[in-house]
């Protein structure tokens, strides 16, 4: 019944979409200001499927590296597939570029032209060159330095205990990044940031 169940929801699923498509400064009031490490040209503008934690297709935006974009399409494609549920994927700049308010909001983003956080000398986050994604965050935390970013993200310290939209060893969601060569945050030692993925390892 169950196997039924699930040729049924695979054949009535709307199939996965994507376009990728160059950004303008306009575009970007929030995220991206002159002396920025990557100019406009540089990026791209990804339209992606997705299914959300209420079981249905979503159509979501991220603002990636122009290098990352197809390996980004692969990954949410994989994801899609696997129907891993992702609560929203908004660009940063519906936040205000505001990181800790997209955080809040379990918000997917990726490029933000913002310095890395955490300790040691100041420099640019992964983000900023658009080359780090960062999903679910509740459910994938940030611990750095006995805070956790976001808040609400304690209901998921605990990750022995594996709920929907968690990235987890082994799981499709950090073999998906495994497969494209990106990094998990979630392997630093001290520090783990369950949510970030990244094409650099920063």
């Known amino acids: 019944m169950r196997v039924l169940l699930l040729i049924l929801l695979a054949v009535h699923a709307p199939p996965f979409a994507s376009t990728v498509s160059p950004v303008t400064k306009a575009q970007l009031p929030h995220s991206w200001h002159a002396g920025c490490p990557v100019a406009p040209a540089q990026l791209r503008g990804i339209r992606l499927s997705y299914w959300g934690f209420d079981g249905k297709a979503h159509a ?24 891993f549920p992702i609560r929203s994927m908004r660009k940063i700049d519906t936040y205000g570029g505001n990181d800790e308010r997209s955080l ?44 956790v970013h976001p808040r609400a993200g304690n209901a998921f310290l605990d990750r022995s205990k594996v709920r929907p939209g968690m990235a987890v060893r082994g799981g499709v969601l950090v073999r998906a990044f ?24 920063g």
């Open 60 to 83: 979501g935006s991220l603002i990636a590296n122009e290098n990352a974009a197809n390996d980004l399409v692969r990954v949410f494609r994989r994801l899609y597939a696997a129907r």
């Open 104 to 147: 809040a909001a379990d918000n997917t983003s990726a490029f933000n032209c913002r310095y890395a956080v955490g300790p040691g000398p100041r420099r640019w986050s992964a983000h900023a060159y658009g080359e780090a994604v960062d999903i679910n965050p509740v459910e994938n935390p940030y611990l750095e330095g006995g805070r």
């Open 178 to 201: 495994a497969d494209i060569g990106w990094s998990w945050g979630g392997r630093w030692t001290g520090s783990p940031d369950y949510q970030h993925f990244s094409a650099t390892g």
